[in-house]
C-alpha cells in the first residue's frame, strides 16, 4: 500500500498497488497537491517506509 500524509498528517492519497518480488516502479500523480512538504509512506504488511518529499 501506498500513502501520502500532508504536513498536518492527514491523508490525501492512497492506493493498492499488486507488486512482485524484486524492483518494482509506479508513478505517482501528484498533479492535484499543492505545494508543500509530505510524506509517502509504503507497506508491505508488517514491514513500511517513510519519505518525505517536496512538492515544488
Same mark, same amino acid.
Given at each position: 500500500?501506498?500513502? &501520502?500524509?500532508?504536513?498536518? $498528517?492527514?491523508?490525501? +492519497?492512497?492506493? %493498492? +498497488?499488486?507488486i512482485?518480488?524484486?524492483?518494482n516502479?509506479l %508513478?505517482?500523480? %501528484?498533479? =492535484?497537491? %499543492?505545494?508543500g512538504? +509530505? #510524506?509517502?509512506?509504503?507497506?508491505? $504488511?508488517?514491514? $513500511?517506509? =517513510?519519505?518525505? #518529499? &517536496?512538492?515544488?
Amino acid at each position: 500500500m501506498i500513502s &501520502i500524509y500532508d504536513i498536518a $498528517g492527514r491523508v490525501v +492519497y492512497e492506493k %493498492t +498497488y499488486a507488486i512482485k518480488q524484486g524492483e518494482n516502479k509506479l %508513478t505517482l500523480e %501528484t498533479t =492535484n497537491l %499543492t505545494k508543500g512538504m +509530505y #510524506f509517502i509512506h509504503l507497506a508491505d $504488511g508488517a514491514e $513500511g517506509v =517513510n519519505i518525505k #518529499f &517536496i512538492k515544488e
